[in-house]
């Protein structure tokens, strides 16, 4: 019999000891816990969320958007112009703080997760005159941002992805840079391999190619449309994303068994366990995520 077995054969040191253990638990409950990055997880609007940014860094995102104005040089974070309130800036509500949290969590964003967390930017304003604004904001992080030099890119432990008023002629003519785009779903067959370093993500209003809303069975022909538009983007190295899409788990399931790779929501949590409860979902997940952007976590700068 061992020490640890006779120790706890006295009723009294074991109750002391179950106790100890609930009281820790109870004050730190998530000692043991660690986030699942959702490979799948596409945070719409987060700045709408109570705590922008950290909502969804709690909840496992790996795709978070953030909508923008550009006035008098600075970048405000909003989704119409009457919201504009000059305090929350790009700056002060994500990259300042992801940087942060980088530095807070030895270098990472979700530990074990070998991919850039995706931060989309949807442009507001004038396309050129906010990327124009942008540039220097994203040189002052580079740090931890993915970038295109010279033909080729270099994953970091974010992304930044442009939508909205995209800057597309501004982009394609640069040698450096620290910015993608996402692409329109409906036009992936158009593009040539010229495209190839500028867009990461292909997304389309849901509306546009499904009328079906659920909770019967997707209808063939919606469903060979919306599959032909992911097969091409994924043959380009696009991940596909319906926004507006029906905020509906069997709508959710039902994307992603067509190949759907990001599922748009404002329902943080509820994405969050319906990714989480399927064992098969995160698996079919992880497979997914290898054919895109991933970095060595010991080369990613």
Request: net charge positive; proline share 4%.
């Given at each position: 019999?061992?020490?640890?077995?006779?120790?706890?054969?006295?009723?009294?040191?074991?109750?002391?000891?179950?106790?100890?253990?609930?009281?820790?638990?109870?004050?730190?409950?998530?000692?043991?816990?660690?986030?699942?990055?959702?490979?799948?997880?596409?945070?719409?609007?987060?700045?709408?969320?109570?705590?922008?940014?950290?909502?969804?860094?709690?909840?496992?995102?790996?795709?978070?958007?953030?909508?923008?104005?550009?006035?008098?040089?600075?970048?405000?974070?909003?989704?119409?112009?009457?919201?504009?309130?000059?305090?929350?800036?790009?700056?002060?509500?994500?990259?300042?703080?992801?940087?942060?949290?980088?530095?807070?969590?030895?270098?990472?964003?979700?530990?074990?997760?070998?991919?850039?967390?995706?931060?989309?930017?949807?442009?507001?304003?004038?396309?050129?005159?906010?990327?124009?604004?942008?540039?220097?904001?994203?040189?002052?992080?580079?740090?931890?941002?993915?970038?295109?030099?010279?033909?080729?890119?270099?994953?970091?432990?974010?992304?930044?992805?442009?939508?909205?008023?995209?800057?597309?002629?501004?982009?394609?003519?640069?040698?450096?840079?620290?910015?993608?785009?996402?692409?329109?779903?409906?036009?992936?067959?158009?593009?040539?391999?010229?495209?190839?370093?500028?867009?990461?993500?292909?997304?389309?209003?849901?509306?546009?190619l499904l009328n079906w809303r659920g909770p019967d069975i997707?209808?063939?022909?919606?469903?060979?449309?919306?599959?032909?538009?992911?097969?091409?983007?994924?043959?380009?190295?696009?991940?596909v994303r319906l926004w507006a899409s029906p905020e509906d788990?069997?709508?959710?399931?039902?994307?992603?068994?067509?190949?759907?790779?990001?599922?748009?929501?404002?329902?943080?949590?509820?994405?969050?366990?319906?990714?989480?409860?399927?064992?098969?979902?995160?698996?079919?997940?992880?497979?997914?995520?290898?054919?895109?952007?991933?970095?060595?976590?010991?080369?990613?700068?």
């Open positions: 019999m061992t020490f640890q077995m006779r120790l706890f054969d006295t009723p009294l040191v074991l109750l002391k000891f179950l106790s100890i253990t609930f009281l820790t638990l109870l004050l730190n409950p998530n000692a043991n816990a660690q986030t699942v990055a959702l490979a799948n997880g596409f945070a719409h609007n987060d700045y709408w969320h109570k705590r922008p940014l950290f909502d969804a860094l709690e909840n496992g995102f790996t795709y978070i958007e953030a909508d923008i104005y550009e006035r008098d040089g600075r970048l405000i974070v909003a989704h119409l112009f009457p919201e504009l309130n000059y305090s929350r800036t790009l700056e002060n509500l994500y990259l300042k703080p992801l940087l942060d949290y980088v530095n807070k969590n030895n270098g990472k964003i979700y530990p074990g997760y070998n991919h850039p967390v995706t931060l989309m930017i949807d442009i507001k304003s004038d396309a050129e005159r906010t990327y124009s604004a942008l540039k220097p904001l994203l040189e002052k992080y580079s740090e931890m941002l993915s970038r295109y030099s010279a033909g080729k890119v270099y994953p970091g432990l974010v992304t930044i992805v442009l939508s909205g008023h995209k800057p597309v002629k501004m982009i394609s003519a640069e040698n450096n840079r620290f910015a993608f785009i996402d692409e329109d779903l409906r036009l992936v067959g158009r593009d040539t391999l010229s495209f190839a370093n500028i867009y990461t993500m292909a997304s389309c209003k849901y509306s546009k997707l209808p063939d022909i919606e469903k060979q449309r919306l599959c032909a538009f992911i097969k091409i983007a994924h043959k380009s190295g696009r991940k788990t069997h709508v959710w399931e039902t994307l992603l068994a067509c190949g759907v790779d990001l599922i748009n929501t404002d329902r943080l949590e509820e994405l969050k366990n319906f990714l989480t409860k399927d064992k098969a979902i995160l698996a079919s997940s992880a497979i997914r995520e290898h054919d895109f952007l991933t970095f060595p976590a010991d080369k990613a700068k």
